[in-house]
């Protein structure tokens, strides 16, 4: 991040964000909400959101936001009322962890300690044992074959019920296809397929894998279904002993983009780690002194392309949307320059209590800001060096070749002055079903003028305007797009988002906003606290 940047936008008096990571009980049956204003009519079907729910078992704790055990929320609309619903997923680490009463399974920023029911040789040689993967899926609801699944970014998985939050059976990616993980952000063609990125390592190396699961089929018996799955895709790490960090990857139409980004596992320091008992979040570290290399991979065939797309270093999570246009691919993505952002959310640095101590953590934090990169297609021996390829009138993202094979490329800004004042944003949402890989005009986002979000944007990419929902105290979520049945423009529709209110107990909402105008329709207030969650989809109704 930039000292102007910081300078610009340095916040003082931010409150204490505790009520949003604290543990909740369960809410497994639906229970009526509160309705202010009007909910349209025409809204068919159920909000699904996860996210960690439960932080403690016994006198264990655990250290980061992101091991906390996964909690589904359903919020189902129906002729202009909502009830909600909320089940923690029956995980193993779940269930392992309450039938003993404290942390079994290890998790992302908290390392299980040794069973201290075993003797002392048998605890000292669990050290050395490859520690086995949790299947606490706080991540997101994905779909594969038309049944739904949480998601975290091990190899496993849980089907669910979207209707009853039921957690059903796990499914290990590995018993279908060779990887050893999976992100919890697929993509979906409009053939239905499923598109999403694993990685795999062994005496060859370590790949990064693309994935491929075929549309669904009429179903005969209710249980997981990945059969068909196929990796289209190897893509061999600049650096085998440290690959990168993924969370997510680009799609268009016709391609896609795997971006190799300066965030490292560091894999001799995993097994150092996990014998000195460390989590890991430990493992990962940010070396700005490697580029980012954008892989180029045919949809299609599963053929990456020769070319190799450098950038300066910078860390993504979340792509906004990706679309082709004359030659060229035109990518559009959530940027920060400082990759060690992702350590920084541990629950003791998101308890903190002293407002001066949270106005230092969160000036300390990079901020995330939508960023334009765009590929020239077309480059052989024949494309000139030294100059910029990039010819669309609307970009001023540039391309330049700089050696045989080898093409270097810089930003646009995707925003106006105005968003720093709102802190940058994350958690990018489109009008997915019509424009996913395809050209588009706006997206929707969640400002950060806290270290959790605490306003919705929604911007427009062609003048880089916003429109803002912003009010003090309310920490909205991710915000999701459902489309009105009779859309004639892109953001006919309304746009979805769950408000927590720290400062005052059980009245979280899920508000509806006209995505249009971003103003609000109504809200739907529900009598029990909610912790901040993570993403979430719009499972719409027959």
Known sequence: CTFAFLLSFSPVGLESLLPLVSSVEETPEPIPTTIKGTIPAWINGSFLRNGPGKFEFGDDRYNHWFDGMALMHRFHICQGSVTYCSRFLRSDSYVNNSEKNRIMISEFGTSAMPDPCKNFLERFLSRFQLPKATDNANVNFVKYKGDYYVSTETNYMRRVDPQSLETKEKVDWSQYIAINSATAHPHYDHEGASYNMGSSYGRSGYFYNIIRVPPPTTATEDSADLTGAEVICSIPAAQSRKPSYFHSFVMSENYIVFVEQPIKLDLLRFMLYKIQGKPFQKIMTWEPRCDVIFHLVDKHTGQESEVKYRAAPMFTLHQINAFEDNGFLVMDMCCGDDGEIIGDFTLENLRRESVQEMDEFYNSLCRNLPRR??????????????????????????????????????????????????????????NYNKHNGKPYRYFYACGFGHVFADSLLKMDVRTKELKVWRYPGLYPSEPVFVASPKAAEEDDGVVLSVIITPRKEKSTFLLVLDAKTFTELGRAEVPVNIPCGTHGVFNEMG
């Open 373 to 430: 990169y765009v590929l020239p297609l077309n480059v052989d021996e024949q494309t000139p060096l030294d100059q910029n390829l990039v010819t669309l009138s609307y970009c001023k993202a540039t391309a330049t070749k700089t050696k045989p094979g080898e093409v270097y490329v810089t930003h646009e800004e995707l925003h106006g002055d105005e968003l720093l004042q709102y802190g940058g944003l994350e958690f990018p949402q489109i």
